[in-house]
């Protein structure tokens, strides 16, 4: 919130600074797509990444509700999206129909697993919260039969893209010269989202409901003291968690074209919260760069882990995935040792945590 | 001093009983709080006390009888809609933000109301009653020491102007001195027209401030009266005032 709002201080320095920033980011597909379009793709899916993280922000950062099974509602956005908008049924819905109807499903699901967790916390939240997880991931693998809904492993193929009257987000526009291709596109919408995203984030983090939440993280019984309805707050934290999933995953489904239950494993929503963790729970700015950082880095691994290893060695020794969870694993060990509460902790969190030690 | 000469009490229990399963914690206690008063229920450890706080407050269902407050019903009512209805509490244990400053602890405890000058006015009430809250306003709470995470317990419950305020074992894990500061705190908010129920296992300290006590003993009230009379009651000096045993 500060840094977007406050420019008291040299208010012409900042709105320039926002301004270069800004610049950059419109540029920044142009830049990336000289090294190849693969790139633009790869930023793509890192925005998409940093949509979870925001979204599970809401449960885990501000709510303090530990949720690994985050990923099924990027799962439900994401075939919400494929089964009304490709063949499969032959449903073809316009995206801005579909994407709120995914967020409400999705939003339906959070609700669905915050009523009966409401009296569990920590590890035994955990616990249930990985279960939901891979329940929905086993209903999508397998409901093909009797009637065949999500058509099972092989996934839903064709998905629309996002198609606003006869502009098409998949085909590639010349205009002005340069040639805007599908991610290209997709990058500017996808921005305009995370932009809508980062505002609400930070004006819920400063709200009412945002400090109810941080009640509860620190002692929901005093919270309730306080006169804070802690049920539906919570509640809250999980629906709306939800629904940032559900946009994504539709999102999601839009891009690729294809969906299978293979993209909505459990390590990733371990990835999911290693964002949000890495980068400092509970703040918004902290989450963001969690989320890229985790998201490019095995791309630049994989780009040059291997001529490193064929230029030193002639031949692949270890396969860059390897060396990706190693040095994952490793970053995330000097992380707790250095910067127990993320590369940009939130405030409150560093204070609880200097508290507890 | 004795108070409560209203027609009706602000808080009335009924016969509530409170159960853990099947245990029964808490057997059918009848129990008033008038307007202005300061009421103490003191008892062992385990004698229900804390229980029946849950009770009233909605932290744990009641299995029978009826919480009136303010001559309405507020039987098995959740937590914060009481805190909206005036009824405010001082959780066992305290249950202070640790992570938090102390003024966002006072903050949060005007989490009911919507008055932005007013919640400042009384932040500065309150630290006019906790100068040494004052002094750390930008600190975090869990590095006060237990007595002023007290102090400050009590003073973020006063934040939502409550008629009724529930403290539970306020004494509780503190130095001496620090229980002393305490009471003289509970006395100073009382004084200020706030209606208390204090819960306590420090029976001298609480009669001596009280107006009036109730004794209880294995969920159930034994004794009831006015506070210097229990005070030098034979039965409450030899059970809880160790004056059979000479061990404190």
Not at chain 1, 57 to 63: D, E, L, P, S
Not at chain 1, 188 to 217: H, K, M
Request: net charge positive.
């Amino acid at each position: 919130m500060r840094a977007l709002v406050d420019t008291k201080g040299h208010p012409v320095l900042v709105w320039v600074g926002l301004a270069l920033v800004g610049l950059a980011l419109v540029a920044l597909p142009f830049a990336l797509a000289g090294i190849g379009t693969a790139w633009v793709r790869i930023t793509n899916l890192a925005i998409l990444f940093v949509f979870l993280a925001l979204g599970l922000n809401i449960v885990v950062g501000f709510a303090g509700l530990l949720d690994l099974g985050y990923i099924a509602f990027y799962a439900v956005g994401a075939y919400a999206y494929a089964l009304l908008a490709s063949p499969h049924f032959g449903i073809h819905l316009p995206f801005w129909v579909i994407l709120p109807i995914g967020a409400a499903i999705a939003c339906l699901f959070g609700v669905l697993l915050g009523a009966p967790t409401l009296k569990l916390r920590g590890d035994y939240l955990a616990i249930v919260t990985l279960g939901f997880g891979e329940i929905v991931r086993i209903f999508l693998n397998n409901l093909s039969q009797p009637v065949n809904i999500t058509n099972g492993p092989q996934g839903v193929t064709l998905i629309d893209p996002l198609r606003i009257g006869t502009f098409s987000f998949r085909d590639t526009d010349t205009f002005a010269g340069l040639a805007f291709t599908g991610p290209v596109k997709y990058y500017y919408f996808l921005l305009v989202v995370l932009l809508a995203i980062i505002v609400i984030n930070l004006r819920l983090q400063d709200s009412r409901i945002g400090r109810a939440w941080e009640a509860i993280r620190e002692d929901e019984v005093a919270a309730r003291a306080m006169g804070i309805n802690t049920r539906n707050m919570k509640l809250l934290a999980f629906a709306m968690g939800a629904s940032f999933g559900g946009i994504a995953g539709g999102m999601f489904s839009a891009m690729q074209g294809f969906i299978s239950p293979e993209s909505f494993i459990l390590i990733e929503s371990i990835m999911v919260l290693a964002m949000v963790v890495l980068g400092g729970m509970g703040n918004v700015w902290g989450v963001i760069v969690g989320a890229l950082l985790l998201s490019f880095a095995p791309e630049v691994l994989r780009y040059t882990v291997e001529p490193a290893q064929q230029a030193l060695f002639g031949r692949m020794l270890v396969e860059p995935e390897v060396i990706r969870m190693l040095l994952f694993g490793f970053a995330l060990v000097l992380m707790m040792l250095f910067r127990p509460a993320g590369l940009l902790p939130s405030a409150t969190r560093k204070r609880e945590l200097e508290v507890r030690r | 001093m004795t108070a409560g000469a209203d027609a009706t009490p602000l808080l009335a229990l009924e016969g509530l009983s409170v159960a853990y399963g099947g245990i029964r914690a808490v057997k059918g206690i009848d129990l008033t709080v008038g307007r202005g008063e300061l009421v103490c229920l003191i008892g062992a450890n385990g004698a229900g006390k804390t229980t029946t706080l849950k009770g009233i407050t909605g932290l744990q269902p009641v299995s029978g009888g009826r919480i009136r407050y303010d001559g309405a019903d507020i039987t098995g009512r959740p937590s914060f809609e009481l805190v909206r209805r005036g009824l405010a509490m001082v959780p066992e244990g305290r249950g202070v933000f640790g992570g938090l400053t102390i003024e966002e602890n006072l903050t949060m405890g005007a989490y009911t109301r919507r008055d932005r000058a007013g919640i400042a006015a009384d932040v500065e009430r309150v630290f006019a009653l906790f100068p040494r809250l004052k002094e750390r306003r930008r600190q975090t709470a869990g590095t006060l020491s237990g007595g002023e995470q007290q102090m400050l317990a009590m003073g973020r419950a006063l934040m939502s102007r409550p008629r009724l305020l529930l403290l539970d074992e306020p004494s509780m894990g503190l130095a001496p001195l620090m229980v002393q500061k305490v009471f003289e705190t509970v006395l100073r908010v009382s004084g200020e027209g706030v209606t208390i129920l204090l819960i306590e296992q420090n029976a001298k300290l609480a009669l001596e401030v009280a107006h009036r006590g109730y004794v209880m003993e294995s969920g159930a009230i034994t004794l009831a009266g006015d506070a210097r009379q229990l005070l030098n009651d034979p039965a409450v000096r030899a059970a809880y005032l160790g004056e059979v045993r000479a061990t404190p």
